[in-house]
Every structure is written in structure tokens, then in C-alpha cells.
Nanobody, 115 residues
Framework: QVQLVESGGGLVQAGASLRLSCAASGRTFSNYPMGWFRQAPGKEREFVAATRTGGNSNYADSGKGRFSISRDMAKDTVYLRMNSLKPEDTAVYYC?????????WGRGTQVTVSS
């Protein structure tokens, strides 16, 4: 069974940092682009960051300079390092993988940033 499992979320104060992890199982995603998305209450899911097999990464404007995506090919895990967190970063964060579109999704991890 193919799974993407996120972890690392939690409740933090504004200005703190978190590192989210997304571990793949059931198949390897080493050749797949992988990304992070988030969905805040009452809002649509939005793109956060993505990394491709060539090492290129891109970020939503909201996270540029604060968020960093990386992956460990040996562990088939992708990370999202988030610094200087703001209350508006509060959301459920989802990991996704796919070629030509994100076909695989995790169940998400909650990040709550208090002011």
C-alpha cells in the first residue's frame, strides 16, 4: 500500500520554527517531484513548496525566505523547514508526490501558530 505520512506538526508561538517530515512507503518516490501544500480553516488548499529530482525547488511567496524544502533520497523522505512562523501559517500541511500532477497525498499534519 502506497502511503505518504506527515509528521512534525504542533502548536508553537509566533517566531518559532518547525520541521515537517513526509515519509513514503509502499513504493519509492525518488524519481518523483514532491511538494507541500496547506489548507487553513475555511480556505482552499494552497501550494507551499516543491522539489524536483534535479534538486530545483520553488516556493509560494508566503514562504520565501522562511521555508526550506529538502529531501533524503535514501530515506524516501521530504522535509519542510519552517522558520519565523506566523499565525497566518496555521493550517493542515499535506505532502504530495506525482509526475505530471500530484497523484499521491498524505493525510496531513496540523500546524498551529499562536500570536
Amino acid at each position: 500500500q502506497v502511503q505518504l505520512v506527515e509528521s512534525g506538526g504542533g502548536l508553537v508561538q509566533a517566531g518559532a520554527s518547525l520541521r515537517l517530515s513526509c515519509a513514503a512507503s509502499g513504493r519509492t518516490f525518488s524519481n518523483y517531484p514532491m511538494g507541500w501544500f496547506r489548507q487553513a480553516p475555511g480556505k482552499e488548499r494552497e501550494f507551499v513548496a516543491a522539489t524536483r529530482t534535479g534538486g530545483n525547488s520553488n516556493y509560494a511567496d508566503s514562504g520565501k525566505g522562511r521555508f526550506s524544502i529538502s529531501r533524503d533520497m535514501a530515506k524516501d523522505t521530504v522535509y519542510l523547514r519552517m522558520n519565523s512562523l506566523k499565525p497566518e501559517d496555521t493550517a493542515v500541511y499535506y505532502c504530495a508526490a506525482g509526475i505530471g500532477g500530484y497523484s499521491y497525498w498524505g493525510r496531513g499534519t496540523q500546524v498551529t501558530v499562536s500570536s
